[in-house]
């Protein structure tokens, strides 16, 4: 149980595009997700936490208006990288949760986005 | 500032050789502190989850424990698909609101299993 589907798992693209990712909770109903970037060999930093209905509460230094989020339904978020630059270039993750206490989140199996 | 510090950065073991990871936390009231494996290429693969001081969980050759300041993970007898970057996230109880679920990451240790 608990499967977190990510689409794309690989983008390349050129600089100035948008580009959108799709993160999908395949057999539950995710109130809450979140979303990831991780640098090679760092950890992940949490870039905004997405809630069904409402608007993304963005981490401190992320541009809200660079990285679009919208939760629309429990099973469906969305990142989109707004006119990307190589400095967006990186491994974006997702992962879903129900917003019960102590629930673990299950994390989809990331997006490499490369812009040329 | 909730922080998770990890080491070993990297830890190379022989097969059988058994050993332990160290996730060091400081947070503002533990809600629960959470081991993931994460495989090259791959998003984290939860292992499990711990509450309170004292506790303790297993899976096949893993065990982790908790205390009031850091949690292992030991290893038994590992095996070459035990490879992986083992990741350590503290989730603080002050954590409510827009901010619900959210999880601070250490930076992982990437073991290496030699058969």
């Known amino acids: 149980g608990a499967v977190v589907s990510q689409h794309p798992s690989w983008v390349i693209c050129k600089s100035g595009t948008s580009v959108k990712i799709e993160c999908r909770s395949l057999?539950?109903?995710?109130?809450?997700m979140f979303w990831y970037r991780q640098f090679p060999k760092q950890s992940l930093m949490l870039m905004a936490t997405s809630n069904e209905g409402s608007k993304a509460t963005y981490e401190q230094g992320v541009e809200k208006d660079k990285f679009l989020i919208n939760h629309a339904s429990l099973t469906l978020s969305t990142l989109t990288v707004t006119s990307a630059h190589p400095e967006d270039s990186s491994f974006y993750i997702c992962?879903?949760?129900?917003?019960?206490?102590?629930?673990?989140?299950?994390f989809g199996d990331g997006t490499r986005l490369s812009i040329l | 500032e909730d922080q998770v510090t990890q080491s070993p950065e990297a830890l190379r073991l022989q097969e059988g050789e058994s050993s332990s990871l160290n996730c060091s936390y400081t947070v503002s009231g533990l809600r629960g502190l959470f081991w993931y494996r994460q495989d090259p290429g791959k998003g984290p693969e939860f292992l499990f989850t711990?509450?309170?001081a004292g506790e303790e969980k297993e899976k096949e050759r893993l065990k982790a424990t908790l205390t009031k300041k850091e949690s292992f993970l030991h290893i038994t007898a590992p095996k070459p698909e035990d490879s992986a970057t083992y990741l350590c996230a503290v989730q603080a109880r002050g954590a409510g609101g827009t901010s619900y679920g959210k999880l601070t990451f250490g930076q992982g240790t990437i073991l290496t299993v030699h058969p």
């Open positions: 711990l509450y309170s």
């Open positions: 057999d539950f109903q995710a109130t809450t």
């Open positions: 992962s879903a949760s129900l917003q019960v206490l102590n629930q673990p989140q299950h």
